[in-house]
């Protein structure tokens, strides 16, 4: 076989497709990982994650990745810092990935391309990303300790988020733009009866503005869609809850996935409706979307991708 043939492509470069290397690595496969043009994942975006086992002190988000694509190389893992462009599964093995006018070939796929938050696509929320506007209030609601806050969105991860956030923030305010949420009956009863949660309805962000002294969020412009008119709403953090968007544009019409996109697998595995190949992590994962609960399948698809090779070698 040539030089760019490997018992295991991973593609992805979270917490999922580096603990997939590490175990990969530590089986003896030839392992190569397409990290994607900015590796690391979604903990890239994140300051201190305090909720990594094995850091009682927390840890930063972007050290804590560049342990794993260590621990990773440190097995013999091949990692190249580039897209996978296209992805060619259905023939079965060798499957072939291509990225960057290079096409690697393997005996077995492991899919850990993620999830990317969506955002609003206001120029603003770019500014203060890390700054007072996060996606993930598991990872950020701890600094807002007795501050006002904004949650924006109207389904389940909104009033989840909002819920959580209430253990920290003296006030938080689920901002939507109509008046009938798609969150579960149950999720907004909760909310309505939580008294440090309120409503504002038929709103949506049109600008972030900052505090000058400190360069984090200040507070908000709000847009009335009915009305039309402006109003000027203070918080110190937005936490924004429109939704998740899975990476999964590279196999559509060859791997199965639900309607919101996510791979579906077999249950309690790894397994996609493609023999040899594997999807770990968010990719295949709306419920919990942790780094913690991304490593944990990143090793399952690694076992069973040597498992299967090791059948297929006997
Ligand atoms: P979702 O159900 O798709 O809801 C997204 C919300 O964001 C909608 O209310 C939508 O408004 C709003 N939105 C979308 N784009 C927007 C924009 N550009 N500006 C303003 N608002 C925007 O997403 P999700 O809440 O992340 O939930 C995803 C899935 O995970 C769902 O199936 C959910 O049930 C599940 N989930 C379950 C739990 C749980 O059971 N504990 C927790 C979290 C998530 P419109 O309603 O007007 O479209």
Known sequence: MSANHYDTIIIGSGPAGYTAAIYAGRAN???????GIERGGQL???????????????IQGPELMEHFRNQAARFGAELKTVMADKAELSQGAPFRIHAEGQVYTSDTVIV????SARFLGIPSEQAFKGRGVSACATCDGFFFRGKEVAVVGGGDSAFEEANFLTKFASKVTILHRRDTYRASKIMVERARKN?????????EVAE?????KTGTVAGLKLRNN???????????????????????????GQLEMDEAGYLITQPDRTATNIPGVFAAGDV??????????????????????????ESKRH
């Open 226 to 252: 009915q009305t039309g008119s402006i109003e000027d709403f203070p918080v110190q953090g937005l936490f924004i809850a429109i939704g998740h968007v899975p990476n999964t544009g590279l196999f559509k």
């Open 112 to 115: 850990a391309t993620g999830a």
């Open 284 to 309: 295949k994962d709306h419920y919990y979307r942790q780094a913690v609960t991304a490593a944990g399948s990143g090793c399952q698809a690694a076992i069973e991708a040597e498992r299967y090779l």
């Open 44 to 58: 890239m975006i994140t300051s201190e994650v305090e909720n990594y086992p094995g850091f009682p002190h927390g």
């Open 29 to 35: 496969l030839k392992t190569l990982v397409l990290e």
């Open 208 to 212: 972030i503005y900052g505090d000058e």
């Open 195 to 203: 008294p440090k949660i309120q409503f504002k309805t038929f709103v």
